[in-house]
């Protein structure tokens, strides 16, 4: 399997982007596909995760009511509409898929398929 993620770019704030992270390969079984970012010196962290088959969602604190996650199950490609965007939105964006649905928070250790990552800045 592999994730081709893009969409990135420079914005300002209070601006907007939309990410997109195509999947490939024969064996796409997903059952979450989730974006993640990582700001420099800092950790990889859970922006936002959604089930494949019946579109669940879930988002971390911060980007509720900003960001939103959708998916194109015949595309095969999950999306991440990014609004009201703030400098410390500032971070690579990367596209990962599980094969599970986790009930508690999952983290980068669960996910097994990742992108590229895209860089996504916000000025101020």
């Known amino acids: 399997v592999q994730l081709q993620a893009s969409g990135g770019g420079l914005v300002q704030a209070g601006g907007s982007l939309r990410l997109s992270c195509t999947a490939s390969?024969?064996?796409?079984?997903?059952?979450?596909m989730a974006w993640f970012r990582q700001a420099p010196g800092k950790e990889r962290d859970l922006v936002s995760r959604i089930r494949w088959n019946d579109g669940r969602t879930q988002y971390t604190d911060s980007v509720k009511g900003r960001f939103t996650i959708s998916r194109e199950r015949g595309k095969r490609t999950v999306y991440l509409q990014m609004n009201s965007l703030k400098p410390e939105d500032t971070a690579v964006y990367y596209c990962a898929s599980s094969s599970r649905w986790l009930v508690g928070l999952p983290d980068r250790s669960d996910f097994g398929f990742w992108g590229q990552g895209t860089q996504v800045t916000v000025s101020s």
């Open positions: 390969g024969r064996d796409f079984s997903a059952q979450t």
